[in-house]
């Protein structure tokens, strides 16, 4: 009974589910092989092919925790995408390391601009982060178009692929991207009372402010953090194709990582945040997509069976959607129950 | 002070609205004319049909998704069944609309009895909308039915040799109704009352559970119009209709001086609001040598500024009152 009431029971109960079905439905899928030096097979796969969400949803449980929401994650990943490539692409020699190097770091030091900029209208401002980050949400669309002058630019460079679909030590090196950050969140709010700062200010920002905690400096980190990892997760997803595209690199991440963060049981309303439940919870709808693929349902009703996943993983987080089960059971059984037990004793 | 404070945003958004339109007057030859002004109403029909729904919910303290998907979904199912199965659209109009009042009303459901956010239940909304679309068919249906055809083009000529469309008629009964609905029956007063505070609503003794559902199923009534209307003006069915209106909704609503925190807004608000993206496009197609993205990026500029402007109002008496 106690395990069930862990946070990451239900999350964890989804994705040993999914993995199940798989393992059912095909054999294959748990297979590993290692083919020059590197690690292939569908788990691999999954977290290759996950880490950006993984990380988009990293920096958004941070957000999330302190009350608010990033809805412009998608259009700051378009555009350090596009920043990156299009530095990459005026350059002479594009393979070369140095230019690699001050690409990405100046599409980091862009979605950090960008971070800051939705921080300060939060933080400084006051406005209602749903707003503040649906400007820029809208406008970087725009932007990240206006960077690529509404074409694909698409770089050929070494060197620049090795962040999206290079290996290290047999495994993908966006894997080890995802857990360096994963891991200086978890010590920075862990290990640190930084995570009790953001959780105080999520849960109550007037009571917070009155015990001495800088809440516009939590705002302003958590937003700038959520920058900072949209834009690695960015720079992933450009590199692993070698091309940005303004208008369509990641399309719907917002939702994605929100959805990630709302399965892995951080609430929405703020408050206590779970980043392990976010980074299984991402996991989860990566899982479901390649699932999607593998049992061959056709890709138009992909977003169906989505839509009805999201809604059982909700409605299995509901409190109120479990008690009316419960009490339902209850009342059903309850009477007859008692009347049993009383003959019994 | 000449003017009640709380219809400055409106008075804002009317004057933004009257300066853009001046603005590209001088601009621009020919822009100037009575019939500019009704392209801005014929091309953004639908974009007001779902604001006015989209305001409600706003209003409510809440927020819809989904409105995009269901427009898509609407002219999807239309041209389906009136193409492919050949039903007469007296009877698949109807259908729609019921359809998306039931889509709107279980999504209010769930998101009252369940406790489960707006946000997240309209996504999930948006999501099975938009994949039922595919269900049906992943390519476009044309419709070339009379009725569809009769309806896309038919004039309805005004004085001054200008004219509309049916759908722009349509439209400003939808926004008329809104205005009504809003301030002149009780359900919108409780639609206000919800917004301002739910629990001050439940303990005043409104029925909260029913406004919160009828708002989400006004929402999707509103959609599903605004996808008959849509299909008029396209005159096909396809599962890419309408991507990312939902944006474009909530930022009229916004732009027309709606609170996202709900409680404050009117319906005539957003039908400026609506105006607004319709000549910020309409200036950059005559413009012609600026890109599309332009538009996204002075919508973003606009909404900005929009919200600064509210904070400004909203921060001032409340410093005024310490």
């Not at chain 1, 079905?21 to 796969?45: A, C, E, K, M």
């Not at chain 1, 971070?115 to 707003?131: C, D, K, T, Y």
């Not at chain 1, 958590?222 to 990892?229: M, Q, S």
């Amino acid at each position: 009974m106690r395990i069930r009431k862990h946070h990451l029971f239900w999350p964890l109960a989804m994705l040993a589910a999914l993995l199940l079905f798989n393992l059912i439905y095909s054999p294959d899928f748990f297979s590993l092989q290692v083919r020059g030096g590197h690690l292939y097979g569908s788990l691999i796969d999954i977290l290759n092919f996950g880490s950006p969400l993984m990380l988009v949803a990293i920096g958004m449980t941070l957000v999330i925790a302190t009350g608010g929401i990033d809805l412009s994650v998608g259009s700051v990943v378009a555009i350090a995408g596009a920043m990156a490539c299009l530095t990459i692409s005026k350059g002479s020699d594009q393979g070369s390391l140095g230019l690699v190097l001050s690409a990405v770091g100046l599409s980091l030091v862009l979605s950090l601009a960008l971070g800051l900029w939705n921080g300060l209208l939060v933080s400084g401002v006051g406005m209602q982060p749903i707003i503040a980050t649906l400007i820029l949400m809208v406008a970087g669309r725009g932007i990240a178009q206006l960077i690529t002058s509404g074409q694909i630019i698409t770089v050929t460079s070494d060197s620049y692929g090795y962040i999206g679909s290079g290996s290290l030590a047999g495994l993908p090196f966006s894997i080890f991207l995802v857990a360096a950050v994963f891991a200086a969140a978890g010590l920075l709010t862990r290990r640190t009372a930084l995570g009790l700062f953001i959780e105080a200010v999520g849960r109550n920002p007037a009571a917070s402010r009155l015990a001495g905690i800088r809440s516009r400096y939590v705002l302003l980190a958590v937003y700038l953090f959520c920058g900072l990892c949209a834009g690695i997760a960015g720079l992933i997803l450009s590199s692993n194709v070698s091309s940005a595209d303004g208008n369509n690199a990641g399309l719907w991440y917002e939702l994605d990582a929100i959805l990630a963060v709302v399965i892995g049981g951080t609430s929405l309303t703020g408050g206590r945040f779970y980043l392990t439940g976010t980074v299984i919870g991402a996991l989860i709808i990566q899982t479901l997509t390649t699932t999607i693929y593998m049992i061959g349902v056709p890709p138009e009703i992909t977003l169906v069976v989505k839509a009805f996943v999201v809604l059982v993983v909700c409605l299995v987080q509901s409190e109120a959607f479990r008690q009316a089960l419960v009490r339902r059971w209850k009342t059903r059984h309850y009477p007859a129950e008692r009347e049993a037990a009383k003959h019994a004793s | 002070m000449l003017l009640n404070r709380k219809y400055l945003p409106i008075a804002v958004t009317v004057f933004l609205f009257a300066l853009m339109f001046l603005a590209g007057a001088f601009r621009y030859t020919g822009f100037f004319s009575l019939q500019v002004f009704f392209n801005l109403l014929i091309d953004n029909a639908f974009l007001l049909i779902v604001a006015v729904g989209m305001t409600f919910v706003i209003v409510s303290g809440g927020i819809d998704l989904s409105v995009g998907s269901m427009i898509a979904l609407t002219t999807m199912i239309s041209a389906s069944l009136v193409q492919e199965q050949g039903w007469p659209p007296a009877v698949v109009i109807p259908l729609v609309l019921v359809l998306g009042t039931l889509f709107g009303w279980g999504m209010g459901a769930v998101i009252h009895y369940f406790k489960i956010q707006p946000f997240i239940v309209t996504l999930a909304g948006m999501f099975l909308a938009r994949g039922l679309c595919y269900v049906i068919s992943i390519n476009t249906i044309t419709i070339d039915h009379p009725f569809y055809q009769k309806m896309a083009q038919t004039k309805v000529s005004l004085p001054g040799g200008s004219f509309v469309s049916i759908s722009v008629l349509i439209a400003l009964v939808v926004v008329a109704a809104g205005v009504y609905v809003a301030h002149y029956t009780r359900l919108g007063r409780n639609v206000y009352a919800l917004g301002g505070s739910e629990q001050s609503a439940l303990l005043m003794g409104l029925p909260v559970a029913r406004t919160k559902i009828a708002v989400y199923a006004i929402s999707g009534f509103c959609s599903a119009l605004a996808g008959v209307v849509f299909t008029f003006y396209m005159l096909s069915g396809y599962g890419l209709h309408a991507m990312g209106l939902e944006l474009d909704t909530i930022a009229s609503v916004v732009i027309g001086g709606t609170l996202l925190t709900g409680g404050v807004g009117y319906v005539a608000g957003t039908f400026f609001g609506v105006l607004i993206q319709g000549v910020i496009q309409t200036i950059i197609s005559f413009e012609g040598t600026l890109s599309s993205w332009w538009t996204k990026i002075v919508i973003g500029l606009l909404l900005f500024l929009f919200i600064l402007f509210q904070r400004l109002l909203l921060v001032r008496p409340a410093a005024r009152k310490l």
